[in-house]
């Protein structure tokens, strides 16, 4: 499976912040983040909570964004 289709066609952002963290982040959604110490471990905690924000959004019966 891609990028891609983990984060179903949304654009990440990864940078080193200033406490040495690497921040990862949808370019579309910057309010979608996750950080951790080594850039792959970030996009995993990214795919993490985009797995649950889309889960949340199902159990409200909510449109899940999609890529503008």
Request: charge should be negative; proline fraction near 7%.
């Amino acid at each position: 499976m891609s990028k891609k289709d983990v984060f179903d066609g949304f654009n990440v952002n990864i940078f080193l912040d200033e406490d040495g963290d690497y921040l990862a982040h949808f370019v579309e959604m910057p309010n979608v983040s996750a950080f951790s110490d080594t850039p792959e471990r970030a996009l995993r905690e990214l795919a993490i909570a985009w797995k649950g924000l889309k889960e949340s959004y199902q159990k409200h019966n909510e449109p899940i964004p999609k890529v503008p």
